[in-house]
């Protein structure tokens, strides 16, 4: 039971995960962060529904619908694949300029969302805004730093005693200054990108900005949000990830041996490129087990449900462990151990399906083709040209999503 009077189920083994993670649902239900929620709400003015992540039922399945049609398309991400391939090259021209005599790169972790804000912007405002510069703008600077004080407020608001609820606490007055922080500088940047759009033939940058902004069905203060939402989310989760990655591959240089012998040496890499570097998609995959930057989810009963002999009426809120689950050696062979060949060549007990960074079903991340394009992009590109080391261990603390404990430092050593 929380502070704020609120039971939660939480469930780790494999039978239990999927009882509930299968159960098809039209419109699955899952809680909302009520700090969003409540604030929202309050401002009709701006917004028109708490968002995608937070609405349920109809609400939600009407966002869902118009908002995500293009972001969750394959051919979106080929389109904007020769655009990230830059985005990608000016990120480690950044690192090359930021490395010590002897590789070392401190503030990595710094670096990397800011990798993810000028990736997720590129892709749903259709244009490049220059967070990979060397000497990022202040606007650059403030929205990166209300995207890291949002998250922490929901984390504190999420887990902590509910006092905000009841007065405008010191949290609850952090939050709302970045959630009007990134508001009033995602808006100013949606009239910059939509008046450089204005009479410009659509290409893979503009594509899902443009129709998301020329779609009748939507409010354009759900528009907004739309877009607010999926930057917040998309810096956090691919900024974390690319982090625990290169952590965990540090401890195997054989198996960064083996991705670099899988790349062709030019540096614009295809889809096809990618495709064949088996070993690139088997050090994602195997990074999300041990360590998913999401790594529980969250359900709400629709209907009542017997889970390990307990009877569950409908609307119990239930965490879903699969994180943890993922650490079961009934689950994994060898589940404690960091070792992609496993996914190249299967060795029982392997629960591939436990393995859900971004969700299962139908509340599952739009983003996570997008996330996994760039993932596998960065790690190949940044094998091309060094092997990583980590002199200490990776410190972990839980922002809301599993995150590294900054500053976190790298060494990237030439080949």
Known sequence: TTPGGVTIVSIAERSALDAVLRTPA????RPPTEIVQVYRRSRPDIYASTGLVNEQGENWFHLRRHLTTELTSPNTMQGFLPELNNICEDFLDLLHSCRQTDGTVFGFDQLTNRMGLESVCGLMLGSRLGFLERRMSGRA???AAAVKTHFRAQRDSYYGAPLWKFAPTTLYRTFVRSEETIHTIVSELMEEAKTRSCGAAQD?????????????ALD?????AAVIDFITAGIETLANSLVFLLYLLSGRPDWQRRIRS??????????EDLAAATSVRAAVNEAFRLLPTAPFLARLLDSPMT???????????VLAHTGAACRHEENFWQALDYLPERWVQVREPHASSLVAPFGRGRRMCPG???VELELHLLLAKIMQRWRVEFNDELDIQFDFLLSPKSPVALRLVEW
């Open 26 to 29: 039209r419109r699955p239900y």
């Open 141 to 143: 600077a403030a929205l």
């Open 204 to 216: 893979g940058m503009r594509e899902i900005f443009l129709n998301i902004l020329d779609n009748p």
């Open 220 to 224: 354009m203060r759900d528009k907004k």
């Open 262 to 271: 899988e790349l062709p040496s030019c540096s614009i890499l295809s889809a």
């Open 307 to 317: 889970v390990a002999g307990h009877k569950l009426p409908p609307g119990t809120f």
């Open 368 to 370: 996570k083709r997008f």
